[in-house]
């Protein structure tokens, strides 16, 4: 085997062991019988008779999956809380990478490393942090009756306010740094030549910076989307016990209900929902390295 | 073939105090902290002239063309274009176009979305868009190549397409930011003839940013030589070339020999220097102005030089030295002289015919010029 063949197994090797494998046992188990054991489940697999291999596929995981209304009304609440997360991530955030692609050489390693700073911290804790800010004696309800601007506290915490508060501050980063990463490399003449033909700066940045920034626009969009759909601290933590998130029907049924089965077939469902944006995101990703608008 | 620039150089605008100015550029100064970019420059610009700005990197010429499109503003004077103050107007509402050394081609677009983009711009309606697009390519011979993107052509193509757009909204001035720096040599040369042509058949009046004093001495009507954020000249390319006014220019355009020395005589018709670099004296038949005994530069430029085996008569304007160097470049030579006194003067003669008797390495030559080849320079 040449050293460039052993190069490419050893990762190859790594995503069998903590990929592949562990995918194809969630795979069986969401396939197989719910059982009072210990795996709580049915093996796949079983001698009849002599000599016979019988394979039991069980599909009626994903049959309860669709037919119950929880699990369908989870799933569409997930998407909507991360499409609504990756729109306020853009509003935000964009913003804040411009502003970074357009500043000074030397204050730009200081603006990124002030976007990055917070992950130097537990994400829980964060999250936590948000918690001690927003809830009803949290500082900022204590700072706004004390400058008399509200007269009673305001119910923050245990909302949807409060959710995306916590997942957009999360998520901000993974959105900033892939389009900074496109704003940076733009050629800023061409706002130049805009406004020389004709266009005033704001139309200048509509028709040339905002298409050109696409790309990046879609590869932050993404790193926020994909993992946001599987979120379910954040909504749990801050939005209180009626955010209904598919990652939290997963836990409840994994862990409160033991049904190893049926939280299988969650996580398959939600794998195969969100492989068309991961595909998308790669197809993204090489037209961009390809040079390509 | 006449063209808009030669016309302008034949009618001469400039030396007619009556004539009004297209573009006029009063007392600029622009300062970045303590430096000073462009500093004080005033100028006059024709209409239909191709004006050169030359100078070295930093000497402040990309700065002042940029203050004439509005992409920087001046800290102190005014600009006026065609009688209108335009000093703090921003680049979209001046009737200016540039076209950027880097071409600025919108990567996005194809060729006819870029050249079309400034006349979207205006509102314009789309059958005239579409006709004055593909007018405008066909004049630049890119009409072939509409649907392509910018990444898709070459280094030429571009230029073309970005000459293209600069042109479509028929500005009243075009500004050329080193318009022909990417191109190799023969499509520089080629180009340049096309500038011109174009530019003959659409009466723009140009305004070049360049550092090759060759192409600004075949653009160009006039030339404004820059140092130091100063206009240190402003000429035709022969007067600059001819009659330069400091040793800067001089040694700038083209090449030239600097004799320094002392006046000895001053006259109102000749002048004559005594040059201890030289080791003999030079007599300039025009005279000058000076201080007496001043120490002056006579510039004389290497194709003034005779240079011959046999000795020429007269005691100024000549010399005796050994060929030091020969470069070979075709239509003419350069030889390089040491003269005795250490000095090495560079002549160059054009190899007019294949003579036996050429000049070798080490072969002692007298050079000799005329009295009016000399230029004498006092700074």
């Known amino acids: ?293 | 073939m006449t063209t808009s620039a030669g016309a302008a150089v034949k009618a001469a605008p400039w030396k007619d105090p009556t004539s009004r100015p297209y573009v006029q550029v009063e007392h600029i100064t622009k300062s970045f902290g303590d430096f000073k970019a462009v500093n004080d420059v005033s100028l006059k610009i024709y209409q239909g002239e191709i004006f050169c700005l030359l100078g070295a990197s930093g000497c402040g010429k990309t700065t002042l063309l940029r203050m004439l499109g509005g992409f920087e503003t001046p800290s102190a004077g005014k600009i006026f274009i065609d009688g209108e103050d335009m000093t703090g107007v921003p680049p979209y509402e001046r009737p200016v176009n540039m076209m950027f050394q880097s071409y600025a081609l919108f990567p996005h677009m194809n060729v006819e979305q870029n050249v079309a983009f400034g006349l979207k711009q205006d509102r314009i309606p789309k059958p005239q868009i579409q006709e004055r697009v593909a007018t405008m390519l066909d004049l630049v011979k890119m009409g072939d190549f509409a649907k392509r993107k910018p990444h898709q052509l070459s280094g030429g193509q571009r230029q073309r397409v970005a000459l293209a757009r600069s042109l479509v909204k028929r500005p009243k001035l075009l500004l050329l930011d080193e318009p022909l720096g990417a191109l190799d040599k023969k499509l520089r040369e080629h180009t340049q003839f096309e500038l011109i042509s174009l530019q003959d058949k659409l009466g723009v009046t140009f305004v070049v940013v360049t550092h090759d004093q060759e192409e600004a001495m075949t653009l160009a009507s006039r030339i404004g030589v820059m140092n130091h954020g100063e206009i240190v000249q402003a000429g035709t390319p022969s007067e600059i070339y001819e009659f330069p006014s400091s040793k800067f220019v001089a040694d700038f355009v083209g090449s030239v020999n600097m004799f320094e020395g002392k006046l000895i005589e001053d006259e109102p018709e000749y002048v004559r220097i005594g040059s201890e670099e030289l080791g003999g004296t030079i007599y300039v038949s025009h005279g000058i102005s000076a201080p007496p005994e001043a120490i002056v530069w006579a510039a004389v430029r290497p194709e003034k030089i005779f240079m011959s085996t046999a000795p020429p008569s007269g005691t100024d304007n000549v010399a005796r030295g050994a060929v030091q160097d020969i470069a070979y470049l075709g239509d003419l030579s350069i030889y390089l002289v040491k003269l005795p006194t250490g000095k090495v003067v560079r002549v160059t003669q054009p190899n007019t015919s294949r003579h036996a008797e050429a000049i070798t390495w080490d072969q002692l030559v007298y050079l000799s010029w005329d009295a009016t080849s000399p230029v004498v320079v006092t700074r």
């Not at chain 1, 029907?249 to 969100?274: G, H, K, M, Q, T």
């Open chain 1, 1 to 293: 085997m040449t050293g460039r063949g052993l190069v490419v197994v050893l990762p190859y090797m790594w995503l069998l062991l903590f990929f592949v494998v562990p995918f194809v046992i969630v795979l069986k188990i969401s396939f197989s019988d719910i059982d009072l054991a210990i795996p709580p489940y049915k093996p796949l697999l079983e001698w009849v008779g002599k000599n016979s291999l019988a394979i039991k596929l069980n599909f009626n995981n994903y049959v309860f999956l669709f037919t119950d209304g929880l699990y369908v009304k989870a799933f569409l609440n997930s998407i909507k809380v991360a499409f609504i997360s990756t729109v306020l991530c853009l509003l935000v955030g964009y913003p804040m990478a411009y502003g970074i692609a357009r500043a000074k050489p030397k204050w730009r390693n200081i603006l990124l490393l002030l976007v990055i700073l917070p992950f130097w911290t537990s994400l829980l804790l964060r999250v936590y942090a948000w918690i001690g800010l927003l809830k009803g004696n949290g500082l900022i309800n204590i700072a706004l009756l004390s400058l008399k601007i509200i007269h009673e506290p305001l119910t923050m915490l245990y909302t949807p306010f409060a959710m995306y508060v916590g997942i957009v501050y999360s998520y901000l980063p993974f959105f900033i740094l892939p389009l900074y990463a496109n704003l940076e490399k733009m050629d800023w003449q061409l706002l130049e030549a805009a406004q020389d033909l004709g266009c005033r700066p704001w139309q200048a940045f509509y028709k040339i910076t905002l298409p050109l920034s696409r790309n990046g626009i879609l590869a932050g969009s993404m790193l926020v989307f994909i993992p946001a759909v599987g979120e379910f601290v954040i909504p749990a933590l801050l939005g209180g016990p009626n955010a209904l998130m598919i990652g939290r029907v997963l836990w409840d049924e994994f862990f409160s209900n033991r049904a190893w089965p049926v939280a299988s077939a969650v996580a398959i469902l939600l794998l195969i929902l969100l492989v068309p944006f991961m595909m998308w995101y790669q197809s993204v990703q090489a037209r961009e390295s390809a040079g390509e608008r």
